[in-house]
């Protein structure tokens, strides 16, 4: 019923720049928030960024604060965070989901969602 599918990861120097997209069929982005997650080697999965159902707002982790930027295309219905200024504690699978409500803000928490992608490997060498 509902997909999701990132792309854009890859291998990147310390201090370099990714584009990932989320590609969402299935739920509209004009009702459902959206949030970026990431899971390192050994560690839990933590929320990364999201994007409010209207897409007028938007939330980051404390480490990805000024470096990453979320935002979405309602015409493609795609999610992106656009990553810069990347350091070797950025490398995880990136997973993006879809808000489990529809007309939400904010949500960072994990069970907050109930659709995610297959997720994209990002590694940041020294």
């Known amino acids: 019923q509902v997909h999701l599918v990132e792309s854009g990861g890859g291998l990147v120097q310390a201090g370099g720049s990714l584009r990932l997209s989320c590609a969402v069929s299935g739920r509209t982005l004009t009702h459902y928030g959206m949030g970026w997650f990431r899971q390192a080697p050994g560690k839990a999965r933590e929320f990364v960024a999201g994007i409010s159902w209207s897409g007028g707002g938007t939330y980051y982790t404390d480490s990805v604060k000024g470096r990453f930027t979320i935002s979405r295309d309602i015409v493609k219905n795609t999610v992106y965070l656009q990553m810069s200024s990347l350091k070797p504690e950025d490398t995880a699978v990136y997973y993006c989901?879809?808000?489990?409500?529809?007309?939400?803000?904010?949500?960072?928490?994990?069970?907050?969602?109930?659709?995610w992608g297959q997720g994209t490997q990002v590694t940041v060498s020294s």
């Open positions: 989901a879809t808000d489990n409500k529809t007309f939400r803000s904010g949500q960072r928490a994990e069970n907050e969602y109930d659709y």
